[in-house]
């Protein structure tokens, strides 16, 4: 059964940075690309990010490139965002999940995900 468990959230202010981690289990994850999503209340869920199953390649939203940076260890089945210079538009629950490559569709169940609140 496959499990992914977000973590690394919490509540910061605006400029301040935070390094999300999620970690996969229950199947291979090292031949599949991975993606961040976020969902802010009363929003859908969005991509945030998506990373190639290789790691060479990284697609990301407009509202978040140039300060989130999306990584993989495929040795621990982890894949990470690490952002910066966070602003309040940026508050939502974040999770991960696999994608299909060009797809913003989540393969498996989501986890609980992990907050990010942003206060100005």
């Known amino acids: 059964q496959v499990q992914l468990v977000e973590s690394g959230g919490g509540s910061v202010q605006a400029g301040g940075s935070l390094r999300l981690s999620c970690a996969a289990s229950g199947r291979t994850f090292s031949n599949i690309a991975m993606a961040w999503f976020r969902q802010a209340p009363g929003k859908e869920r969005e991509v945030v990010a998506r990373i190639r199953w290789s790691g060479d390649s990284a697609y990301y939203g407009d509202s978040v490139k140039g300060r989130f940076t999306i990584s993989r260890d495929n040795a621990k089945n982890t894949v990470y965002l690490q952002m910066n210079s966070l602003k309040p538009e940026d508050t939502a629950v974040y999770y991960c999940?696999?994608?299909?490559?060009?797809?913003?569709?989540?393969?498996?169940?989501w986890g609980q995900g992990t907050q990010v609140t942003v206060s100005s």
């Open positions: 999940n696999a994608v299909r490559p060009g797809s913003t569709m989540g393969l498996f169940s």
